[in-house]
């Protein structure tokens, strides 16, 4: 199950200043439609092979690794990704509790399986330090979701890359401080409703006639 | 990557079809309103409406229609053959209202009986739009949970209490 947090999804994709309400919305699910299919399209890198080289990173995803991921039976999925400038993943532990691009607080720590897939500039092949940081950033995910060990890596040199793309594809969540918030403003409307009070008894005293 | 999609209710029923536009899978919309279709565009043989002149935002009451009506359901599904023979099947679903959900629990569990694999999408909606969209979707949600998504923890008890017994 992908659960989805409207007010979250709104605020990444939704635009104030659109001209109607269909188009907001449509904004909004496009977004929602693009963070899921971007693993989508890392099934099928073979199409772009101009310009993506699988063969120089760690492994391609495939479509039965995506599948077992989006179609786990238990708990909640959440999509991620991050954009590093250089290569440099001290901000990672930090970055990747909001990372979500559906939801925004699901806890990573209580994951049961993931894919990760760290996408490299195809001109960063030469760089000093690319692949120990591909390395780093699988050790620190890894951390994360308190070695989960049911995991599949992947990373690809991409010429259309100027930046590092880390996505991860997480399954099995359970816990969220973000459901806990809708469940507590719930309470609070329905505390407020009720607050409001009934229609009173009017008071005609003065009507009597004596 | 999904060999069908399912929209339920109006909000559901448009993210599917973005998702069905995107990955260029067919797919199926649910309502109980014809009011909330009325510029939805697609297939006419894709939609089935249960009008009742929608549910108030009562998931309950949703439900009681399409439970009413579910052979009409289990027809127009049977009828598209791309559902038939389908094995990874998307369901979208807007949780602060009464036709998706009303909708979601009947579809889930025929689905789940043929033994299609699901992936549920399930919006919750935003803090500013109050009752009764958030216990709605709240509700809902541990219904689906209970229902579905604890059965590991349900094994794992039952392997442990086989394993104290054989200890």
């Known amino acids: ?210 | 990557m999904f060999d069908f999609i399912i929209g339920a209710g109006q909000g559901g029923s448009r993210i599917a079809k973005e998702f069905a536009n995107s990955f260029e899978c067919d797919a199926a919309y649910f309502n109980l309103s014809n009011v909330d279709f009325s510029k939805f565009e697609a297939p006419r043989n894709r939609i089935l409406v249960l009008d009742e002149g929608g549910t108030g935002r009562n998931p309950e009451f949703g439900e009681g229609i399409v439970k009413r009506n579910f052979i009409e359901v289990r027809q127009f599904l049977v009828g598209l053959k791309r559902f038939e023979s389908a094995q990874f099947i998307m369901v979208c679903v807007g949780g602060g209202g009464g036709s998706g959900t009303g909708f979601m629990f009947p579809l889930l569990d025929y689905m789940l009986k043929r033994k299609k694999e699901i992936l549920l999408v399930y919006t919750l909606p935003e803090r500013r739009e109050g009752i009764p969209a958030k216990p709605n979707a709240l509700m809902s949600l541990n219904r689906l949970i209970e229902s579905y998504l604890q059965e590991i923890q349900i094994k794992r008890l039952v392997c442990c209490r086989l394993i104290t017994i054989s200890v």
């Open chain 1, 1 to 210: 199950m992908l659960p989805i947090d409207n007010d979250f999804c709104v605020k990444r994709y939704g635009n104030e200043i659109e001209d109607d309400g269909y188009n907001y919305w449509r904004r909004v699910n496009l977004g929602l439609v693009r963070a899921l299919k971007r693993f989508w399209l890392m099934t099928n890198l073979e199409k772009y092979k101009n310009y993506i080289d699988v063969a120089s990173g760690y492994k391609g995803l495939d479509r039965n690794d995506v599948l077992r991921i989006v179609f786990s039976k238990h708990g909640f999925i959440d999509i991620r990704e991050m954009i590093f400038e250089d290569i440099n993943a001290d901000q990672l532990l930090q970055r990747i509790k909001s990372a979500s691009l559906v939801f925004g607080s699901l806890d990573i720590r209580t994951t049961k399986r993931y894919a990760i897939s760290v996408g490299i500039p195809d001109d960063w092949k030469r760089k000093d330090g690319v692949l120990d940081f591909v390395e780093q950033v699988f050790d620190m995910v890894s951390k994360s979701t308190k070695h989960t060990p049911d995991v599949v890596r992947s990373s690809y040199f991409n010429k259309k890359l100027s930046r590092i793309h880390v996505s991860l594809l997480l399954a099995g969540l359970s816990k969220s401080h973000g459901l806990e918030k809708i469940v507590k403003s719930a309470v609070k409307d329905v505390r407020k409703l009720r607050d409001k009070g009934d229609v009173e008894k009017l008071d005609l005293s003065d009507l009597i006639i004596p």
